[in-house]
């Protein structure tokens, strides 16, 4: 299985596959009868407190992805979900912040691409 990240603005294609928001909070402006999602997982976001410290600051994000790193090594959301999509050629984590580099998806995906 491939794995990629998508903003949440942008368009669903079925080459996405199985399409995950990896967002602790729904993306603005985004209406969820519209929204292309297989499901939500709130369970294998930052905490609330580490996406709040990390404020999508890049002066941060190598603390942060180390930080959030540990946060994914201590539940079993990541494993779950990937025992979830087994099966599927594509699985797309989508997520709504700007930068498409300095974000805590991309950051997940590297994480769950090591995991498997």
């Not at 603005?9 to 209406?31: H, I, M, N, T």
């Not at 201590?74 to 580099?101: C, F, I």
């Amino acid at each position: 299985m491939n794995i990629t990240i998508k903003r949440a603005y942008d368009a669903s294609s079925s080459e996405d596959g199985y399409r995950v928001l990896v967002d602790r909070l729904w993306p603005r402006g985004v209406k969820k009868e519209q929204f292309e999602i297989n499901e939500w997982c709130k369970d294998i976001t930052p905490s609330t407190e580490l996406r709040q410290w990390f404020n999508h600051d890049p002066d941060r994000f190598a603390e942060f992805s180390t930080k959030y790193q540990h946060e994914l090594s201590q539940s079993d959301a990541p494993r779950q979900l990937l025992e979830r999509t087994h099966g599927y050629d594509m699985l797309t984590l989508v997520y709504a912040a700007k930068d498409p580099m300095i974000n805590h998806a991309a950051v997940l995906k590297s994480y769950l691409v090591n995991l498997r």
